[in-house]
């Protein structure tokens, strides 16, 4: 009976890691996809930074997230 509640608990622990391993990928996709969003509108702003209100509004957004 021990060696089945082991096997439970290490599957759980097995699924945890699986599922923690998949949300920090997602999470650094997502984060490179608003660094690289960043990155082309600071590339390409055609007015001062600091009046460009679509810059603005995706650095705000990107403290959200």
Partial sequence: MLNEIIRIEEEKRYL???????????????????????????????????EDTELRESLAESKEK
């Fill in 16 to 50: 945890q890691r699986i599922k923690a391993i998949q949300t920090k990928a997602d999470n650094a996709m997502k984060k490179k996809a608003i660094d690289d969003q960043i990155l082309n509108l600071l590339a390409n702003s055609k007015e001062d930074i600091l």
